[in-house]
């Protein structure tokens, strides 16, 4: 299931490098990685990232973190929430399609929500 969602994702999102499905400890669940992309490295960032947040968001009351993403000169990455505890990391170039991008994942989240019901 986790795999067919992730292949999906790549095949619908021009310019995707890698997609993973990561728990918040950035440990992969499920990875496509068509570029030797740093995932294990970039989730574990994010992981803590995410965390920083949530610390912070306890004093502004934003609410949780759905979605979060980082534009480098050599990438866009996107983690998008599946639940508190899990995410999707998408690594795309920059000249990628980054509206398809935030789309796919927000499909991609219902799919995969169910999945840890």
Same mark, same amino acid.
Do not use: C
């Given at each position: 299931m986790f795999r067919s969602v992730l292949e999906a994702i790549r095949d619908r999102v021009d310019g995707t490098l890698a997609v993973t499905l990561i728990g918040l400890d950035g440990i992969p669940i499920e990875t496509i990685n068509r570029d030797s992309v740093p995932l294990e490295t970039?989730? &574990? %960032? #994010?992981g803590g990232f995410i965390k920083t947040i $949530? @610390? &912070?968001n306890t004093d502004l009351s934003t609410g949780d973190v759905l979605q979060f993403s980082l534009v480098t %000169?050599?990438?866009? &990455? #996107?983690l998008s929430a599946v639940t508190g505890d899990y995410y999707l990391l998408l690594v795309m170039r920059p000249d990628g399609n980054y509206g398809r991008a935030r789309f796919e994942l927000a499909r @991609? $989240?219902?799919?995969?929500r169910d999945e840890f019901d």
């Amino acid at each position: 299931m986790f795999r067919s969602v992730l292949e999906a994702i790549r095949d619908r999102v021009d310019g995707t490098l890698a997609v993973t499905l990561i728990g918040l400890d950035g440990i992969p669940i499920e990875t496509i990685n068509r570029d030797s992309v740093p995932l294990e490295t970039m989730g &574990a %960032e #994010f992981g803590g990232f995410i965390k920083t947040i $949530r @610390a &912070a968001n306890t004093d502004l009351s934003t609410g949780d973190v759905l979605q979060f993403s980082l534009v480098t %000169e050599k990438y866009i &990455a #996107f983690l998008s929430a599946v639940t508190g505890d899990y995410y999707l990391l998408l690594v795309m170039r920059p000249d990628g399609n980054y509206g398809r991008a935030r789309f796919e994942l927000a499909r @991609a $989240r219902h799919s995969l929500r169910d999945e840890f019901d």
